[in-house]
């Protein structure tokens, strides 16, 4: 069979039918989630404060980054990766679906003196159909392509890069939900494998390099309820058994506690960079 005759894009579609919430929109998705996202992150955009086992650690070491450039940052969140890579750069594009998010990073910069930042609310579709984004010497997709249309969102990513692209998708994302899978008898979330992307990359002329990322990964629940509530918030929806059976796990694992009230677990996460030099492709 001739690779060039593979349609990974279809491959890619068809997984993505398994990983994909339908019930609500990105943006209210998203929306939901800034707080949570902002908690998270919060001293991550200090170099100083970052644990170099974390995942922003890891990426930001790996973005070559000059001051006279310019970087698009595809679903920006909460300033995760915009507000460091602004402190290197000329200016930073930040796109992002969600206004909650979008605020979040807009306050973080402003509190910080960063004003080389220029703000998008919108999704990548309507971005990049509107021309709202132009070329930018690096541009960052950052554990943010979760989308059916792969082949677009590449099209558009290659048609807007100056100099060099960093991408990742997940190859396992949250090792606590993982956990909670295998005990309530759910496969675990299945996202297209970043291969297709990359093979697809290769069919669109780019050759690609890959790296999986191995990161640590620590959550806190303070009690069962907050999380089972965030567990539910970022899965589709358990059923009565199910939440039956991850109760029970919950409270065991919350009797377990040593001195702490606050249930805290540590795990590896893996993400695939895809990351490629515009000159290295020209022959």
């Known amino acids: 069979m001739d690779f060039n ?6 491959m890619w579609r068809e997984e993505a039918k398994f990983s994909s919430r339908k019930s609500i929109s990105e943006k209210e998705i998203w929306d939901k989630r800034a707080d949570s996202y902002d908690r998270r992150n919060n001293g991550s955009e200090t170099p100083d404060k970052l644990d170099k086992e974390d995942y922003v650690s890891k990426m930001l070491d790996r973005i070559a980054l000059e001051p006279e450039w310019t970087v698009l940052d595809i679903g920006s969140g909460p300033g995760t990766l915009t507000i460091p890579l602004a402190r290197k750069a000329k200016n930073v594009t930040a796109l992002d679906v969600s206004p909650a998010m979008l605020a979040k990073l807009q306050n973080k910069a402003a509190s910080q003196g960063i004003r080389n930042i220029r703000y998008i609310n919108s999704s990548w579709q309507d971005a990049f159909a509107k021309k709202q984004v132009g070329i930018h010497d690096v541009v960052v997709a ?7 249309d792969i082949k677009e ?3 558009n990513i290659i048609a807007v890069t100056g100099k060099a692209a960093y991408l990742t998708f997940p190859v396992i994302h949250l090792p606590f939900d993982w956990e909670v899978y295998r ?5 675990g979330k299945k996202h297209p494998p970043y291969i ?3 093979n697809l990359l290769y069919q669109m002329g780019i050759q690609a390099n890959v790296e999986i990322l191995c990161s640590k990964v620590t959550v806190r629940f303070a009690n ?5 509530e965030v567990l539910q918030r970022r899965n589709d929806p358990f059923n009565d058994a199910e939440i039956a059976k991850l109760k029970e796990f919950l409270e065991m694992k919350f009797a377990g506690l040593k001195g702490s009230s606050v249930f805290t677990h540590e795990g590896k996460s893996k993400w695939a960079l895809i990351w490629w030099r515009k000159d290295d492709q020209e022959q």
């Open 5 to 10: 005759s593979i349609d990974w894009d279809a």
């Open 142 to 148: 950052s554990r943010s392509l979760m989308t059916d």
């Open 153 to 155: 969102a590449l099209s």
């Open 183 to 187: 005990v309530i008898g759910r496969r």
């Open 196 to 198: 297709y992307a990359y």
């Open 224 to 228: 069962v309820e907050e999380a089972l």
